[in-house]
C-alpha cells in the first residue's frame, strides 16, 4: 500500500480535482433544496437568497471552480503520459481558471452578504421587543461595531468582516490573474522567461492576502447565518476548514518570500516547504468534516471525498519527507 502510495502521488492531485469538482456540482444543483431549507428555516426573508442563487458572479465561480477541478485531473493524466510539454500548458491553465475563479468569488462573496444582511434586518426588526427603549438597545446592540476584545459582534461588524474578506480576496485574485498571464506568456512564447523574483513576490503578495480572506471569513455573517451543510457557496476557498486552510496560505506567502530573496536556489527547501504545505491543506480537508456541525445528505458523498483526500495527501507527504531526511 506504502509503496503504490510512493509512487502514484499524483492520485492526490486527481483527487482533489475531482473533490473540487463535485462541489462546485453540488452548489449549482441544490439551488432549489437550498432554498427550500432556509425557507423553511427563515421563514418568507429567504426568498431574497434567489439572487444569490441565480447570480451570474455565483454561476460563472462554481463553474470555474468545477473547469478547474476538471483541469487537475488532466494535468494528471499527461503527467502520466510524460507528455511534458502539454502538462506545463495545463498547469499554466488551471492556475489561470483558479486564478479567474478566485475574482469572480469574490463579487459572489460581497454579493450574498449584502443579501443575508438584508434578512437579518428583516428578521431582526420582526423580533424586536414591544417597549421602545429596549427595541433601541437590541438594535444598537447588533449594529455596534466589534469592542477591543472582539466581543461584540453584531450585525455591522459580521457585515464588515465579509467586506473585508471578500475585498482581499478580489485584490489577492489580481495579483493571481497577472501572475497566470506572466506565466503563460512565458510557455507560449519563445524567448520570454519570467523573473523568479516576479514571480515569488506576486505569489507571496497574493497568497498572503488569500489567508487573511480566510481568516476573516468565518467572522462575517454569511459564516454565520448559513448552515454549512446547505451550499450557496464554498465556506473556503479550496474545500477546506478555512481557518487551517488560511495556515497553509500564509505558510505559502512566507515561503515564496523566503525564496524570493534568496541568493541561490534551493531544491530540497523548495520541497520541504511544498511538502508541509499540502500536507496542512489535508489536515483543512479533513478538518472541515471533522468540524462540522451537521450534514445534508447531498454532501456525503462530498465529505467522503475529502476525507480520503485528505487522508492520502497526509500519506504522500509523511513518505516524501522521511525520504528527504534519510
Not at 476525507?307 to 513518505?319: K, M, P, R, T, Y
Request: hydrophobic share 60%; proline share 3%; net charge neutral.
Amino acid at each position: 500500500m506504502m509503496s503504490f502510495i510512493s509512487r502514484h502521488w499524483r492520485l492526490s492531485v486527481s483527487l482533489v480535482g475531482v473533490m473540487l469538482a463535485f462541489e462546485a456540482s453540488l452548489a449549482l444543483i441544490s439551488g432549489s433544496s437550498t432554498l427550500t431549507y432556509y425557507i423553511i428555516t427563515m421563514g418568507w426573508p429567504a426568498l431574497i437568497l434567489i439572487p444569490s442563487l441565480t447570480s451570474p458572479m455565483t454561476v460563472v465561480s462554481m463553474s470555474l471552480l468545477g473547469a478547474m477541478g476538471c483541469i487537475l485531473i488532466l494535468y494528471v493524466v499527461t503527467s502520466y503520459i510524460e507528455a511534458s510539454a502539454l502538462t506545463k500548458k495545463v498547469l499554466v491553465a488551471a492556475f489561470l481558471t483558479g486564478a479567474a475563479y478566485l475574482f469572480f468569488l469574490s463579487l459572489a462573496r460581497i454579493e450574498l452578504s449584502s443579501n443575508v444582511t438584508l434578512i437579518k434586518v428583516l428578521l431582526m426588526s420582526s423580533a424586536l421587543p414591544s417597549g421602545p427603549y429596549m427595541a433601541i438597545i437590541a438594535v444598537m446592540f447588533q449594529l455596534y461595531p466589534p469592542s477591543g476584545y472582539g466581543v461584540s459582534l453584531g450585525l455591522r461588524a459580521e457585515f464588515q468582516f465579509a467586506s473585508i474578506s471578500g475585498n482581499l480576496l478580489l485584490v489577492s485574485s489580481l495579483f493571481l490573474l497577472l501572475l497566470g498571464f506572466l506565466s503563460s506568456l512565458s510557455i507560449f512564447l519563445e524567448g520570454w522567461n519570467i523573473d523568479r523574483k516576479v514571480f515569488y513576490v506576486t505569489g507571496a503578495i497574493a497568497s498572503f492576502l488569500a489567508a487573511f480572506s480566510e481568516f476573516t471569513s468565518p467572522l462575517s455573517i454569511t459564516w454565520r447565518e448559513l448552515n454549512a451543510g446547505y451550499l450557496i457557496l464554498p465556506y473556503s476557498l479550496f474545500g477546506g476548514d478555512p481557518q487551517v486552510e488560511g495556515a497553509a496560505l500564509l505558510l505559502l506567502a512566507l515561503a515564496l518570500a523566503t525564496l524570493a530573496f534568496s541568493q541561490r536556489t534551493m531544491p530540497k527547501a523548495e520541497m520541504l516547504f511544498t511538502l508541509i504545505i499540502a500536507g496542512i491543506y489535508a489536515s483543512s480537508l479533513v478538518c472541515s468534516v471533522v468540524l462540522m456541525g451537521e450534514a445534508a445528505l447531498l454532501t456525503i458523498f462530498l465529505l467522503a471525498l475529502k476525507v480520503v483526500a485528505g487522508v492520502f495527501i497526509l500519506l504522500v507527504v509523511f513518505l516524501q519527507i522521511t525520504g528527504i531526511l534519510k
